[in-house]
């Protein structure tokens, strides 16, 4: 029932920003975690940055400390991810994905079961 669709993804150039969307429809998400993954060609999905929508608690990974930003709009019900200071590196899709806020992983938004699932933006990054 919960549906998830990204958007923003796009061609930059490094030290170029962007800013990802996903929007959210079919349940309110006060009880839930919000992540942003990304998987390169060959390589295994990786955690980005995650944000209690209660809370408003957030989480990064250390790669994308302090050049991401996760935020959410209630009244839109969307995520956004801010990706300034871009990097080759960055280039993936990108996926925002759901969770409940399991007690057994309170506070550690990088671990759980994430059930809900967009389809990806592509993000590509030149030099």
């Known amino acids: 029932q919960v549906q998830l669709v990204e958007s923003g993804g796009g061609l930059v150039q490094a030290g170029d920003s962007l800013r990802l969307s996903c929007v959210v429809s079919g349940r309110s998400l006060d009880s839930y975690v919000m992540g942003w993954f990304r998987q390169a060609p060959g390589t295994e999905r990786e955690f980005v940055s995650a944000?209690?929508?209660?809370?408003?608690?957030?989480e990064y990974a250390d790669s994308v400390k302090g050049r991401f930003t996760i935020s959410r709009d209630s009244a839109k019900n969307t995520v956004y991810l801010q990706l300034n200071s871009m990097r080759p590196e960055d280039t993936a899709v990108y996926y925002c994905a759901a969770r409940r806020d399991y007690t057994f992983y309170d506070g550690v938004y990088s671990l759980g079961p994430y059930n809900f699932w967009g389809q990806g933006t592509q993000v590509t990054v030149s030099s």
């Open positions: 944000i209690n929508y209660g809370s408003g608690n957030t």
